[in-house]
């Protein structure tokens, strides 16, 4: 896949197609994008040939078919399996059955063996009691009985958690085994010889699971996959492009000879209305015209799952169908409605609804089934709803588009979500931003963006072309693609809310890193981009930390690294702080503000805090402690010299703030101490040809790219020679696919690549650090949304994805548009 992915990109550099479209490309495409709980993607670059999935991997599948005249063809997502449940796990069910930690004589396997001496226990099985019903250290052997009165199988599979290594026999024979762990249920295939060991009445499952080091658990059940009701009788639309653009991804399908399909997803983030970015609805937009000149009958089905409204798959949920003013209404959400009581990384929502409408003057038809008969239903023309509670339900649409001829028809439908609460913010349960007005539902948001289609669609577009053609003036056509795919995801992965006592704020998630709320040190790299398109919102991602200092809850003299584990903004709990890294970035997208708006209005408001901040920087940032920055996977580092220049740029723009503010005597002292210690630093980083990693350790070396504010802010702290001198010596060092982030690995940043690409003099320059990133864009065999933590030689991703740090990439239009500036 990869290499057709790149003999495409080729074909459209060579026809010269590229330098007039935008994205064709991406890991994972944007579908719905609105924050970091409501946000769907397709992995795969035929829309039709995976299932649709939230950002975190977990299914998520949107269904879309079309039917011309008597043929229906699949143009979106792919159905998940459907499974029948032969011995529940006790996601599903809890069950009884016998335990021992002492390793058993004779055949213990064996389905007559005599376990009358083992313990009873509840599944599942771990190392605590908070999260386990039988708690077990080292080695573990269960035995558990399950009853059948049908042994017919279609395909038979293991549905098994477990952590470390497993043996599983069915009635005495081993049916696998596996050394390591998984994170999660896995599905696992089993032989077809292994069906024949079923038996009508009694059945044994015998497993052994050793814990080999750290946490341990188990669960295991077994399952039939259901057969497909419809098979090979649905056909394939043929995905004739794919265009990605700031807020919109588009499709075109040919459906054999008969009619063109275009598809488009739109998630209107336009940063200049708040209202409108914070409204949770998504566009999906189909227009229609026939391919050979004859008239065709056409219908387009769309199907949502209530996987949407749940962390797990096995929750319950409720839907129900109905019409509020001229939409059809379909809705659906988990019967427990958990509000807010989950916090972590890799988790979904299941709490608040997820909702799916259309204008009902297009005559839609909507209707309620479970996940196996959604499909069927279509195919054979039944539009009655046949579930309402249960789990993995289907919310369907049927839009009937009548005749088409040539003239092109468009029709769509909108899908939404109310979370009822966002985020708790030091204990107060606080309400989405369109929330915020009083006697707002989400059936008046999705009214109004229904009434508002046209309109809103063609915004999008203005800026879609906008936005692409300033990133391709500031750094070229690869640039501007990277800047695409940043675009959506890196506003998406916050949530904006308003604190009766902090104001408006924008508080992201640290998406696959470690689920941290509102991390200043990912704040950090993520703000170009809204330092752009709306300073409110880096202000609303600035005022929850500095809240939490000035309130007294944070009272060390640095600041702090986050506000909680998302949604729970109660405190940081972070086990490490990174005093100078946090202190450091506070300040100086402070001081970026005030360039933004020409004023430092909003550091006025905050300046004991700042002061506070910039006296430690003076007193600990030029050579750094042993302590963590914001590349903490890499390690400690003692004698940081990246983070040195990072305090250093940071007493320069405290400096630069005092001026603006007035306070001239402050201003200068802080400058001549600034300059001091870029003078210093110059000194300890020494490195003949380059600058080091570590202070007086000339054999290493690293991205600066805390310099670029320096540049950026006019701060003028640094000679020009020294930007030169790095990145004359980064040239040399790049990989296939980047710049490593320094001397110890291979692995890169690509936030930070873009940053000290941005320090390059020239165009040329710029552009030799833009290629790898480009290519590991466009070839990176992770395909998940854009990964910020990648390997150099190979692609791959190493860690983290869907996180909003992407923003960084806009340093270079930043500093193109800052340019000059006063």
Known sequence: MKNLRLLCYLILMITGHVAFSQVKHAPSFPLVTHHTYF???????????????????ADQPLIGLVKVDNEVYRFLGKEPNVYRTLAAASDEKPYQCRYTQTK?????????????????GTGPFGDSKDRYPTVWVKDIWIRREFNLTNTEVNKLYLKLLHDDNIEIYLNGSRIYDREGWNSDYDYIPLDEKYNKLLKKGRNVMAIHCTNTAGGSSLDAGLADLVKERVGNRIQTAEQKDVTVKATQ???????????????????????????????PVSYVSYQVKSRDGKNHKVSVFFGASSSVAVDKPTQQVAAQQYTSGQLAMLKAGTTQQPVLQ??????????????????????????????????????????????????????????????????????????????????????????????????????????????????????????????????????????????????????????????????????????????????????????????????????????????????????????????????????????????????????????????AEGNAEYARKHWKELTRWAKYLLAAGLDPANQLCTDDFAGH?????????????????????????????????????????????????????????????????????????????????FPKEVYKKEINYYLKKQNDYGLPLDSRKTYTKSDWIIWTATLADNNKDFKAFIEPIHKFAMETPSRVPLSDWHETKDGKMVGFQARSVVGGYFMKLLENNWKNKP
């Open 39 to 57: 946000s769907i993607w397709s992995g795969s670059d035929s829309l039709n040939s995976s299932i649709t999935k939230h950002w975190t991997g």
């Open 104 to 120: 058993p004589s004779g055949n213990w396997s064996d389905a007559d063996y005599n376990d009358s001496q083992w313990q009873q």
């Open 249 to 279: 991804t588009v499709y075109a399908f040919t459906c054999g000879k008969t009619v063109d399909l275009q598809v488009t997803f739109t998630s209107p983030l336009l940063m200049n209305d708040l209202n409108l970015m914070s409204r």
């Open 342 to 595: 989950k916090k972590g990384d890799d988790i979904r929502i299941d709490w608040g609804y997820m909702y799916v409408a259309a204008p009902r003057a297009a005559g839609v038809a909507q209707y309620i089934t479970s996940a196996g008969d959604a499909v069927p239903s279509f195919f054979e023309g039944k539009t009655t709803t046949t579930a309402k509670q249960g789990r993995q339900l289907m919310l369907n649409t049927v839009i009937p588009f009548g005749t088409i001829g040539k003239t092109a028809v468009t029709k769509y439908v909108m899908l939404g979500y109310d979370d009822i609460y966002a985020v708790q913010f030091f204990k107060q349960n606080l309400k989405p931003w369109w929330k915020n007005t009083k006697g707002t539902t989400i059936e008046k948001e999705l009214a109004a963006a229904s009434t508002g289609y046209k309109a809103i669609l063609n915004k999008c577009d203005a800026f879609d072309k906008s936005i692409y053609q300033t990133t391709k003036n500031a750094g070229g056509e690869q640039y501007a693609d990277l800047c695409v795919l940043a675009y959506r995801q890196a506003i998406s992965a916050h949530h904006l809310v308003k604190s009766p006592d902090a104001g408006l704020l924008f508080l992201s998630k640290e998406n696959f890193s470690n689920g941290s709320i509102n991390t200043v040190d990912v704040t950090y790299p993520s703000a170009p981009l809204f330092l752009i398109y709306n300073p409110d919102l880096l202000k609303g991602m600035l005022n929850g930390i500095f809240y939490y200092s000035e309130s007294g809850k944070w009272n060390k003299d640095f600041a702090a690294h986050d506000l909680g584990t998302y949604p729970l903004a109660n405190g940081q709990t972070y086990g490490e702080d990174m005093p100078v890294e946090e202190s450091g970035n506070m300040i100086i997208l402070t001081a970026a503000i005030a360039k």
């Open 637 to 717: 580092l003692a004698r940081n010299a990246n983070l040195s220049v990072k305090a250093i740029v940071a007493v320069g723009g405290y400096a630069q703030l005092a001026g603006q503010l007035g306070y001239k005597d402050v201003a200068a002292s802080y400058r001549k101490a600034a300059q001091e210690m870029a003078a210093k630093w110059q000194q300890l980083a020494a490195a003949d040809d380059h600058y080091s990693l570590v202070f007086e350790k000339p054999d290493t070396w690293s991205q600066k790219y805390n310099l670029v504010w320096d540049k950026v802010l006019d701060l003028d702290l």
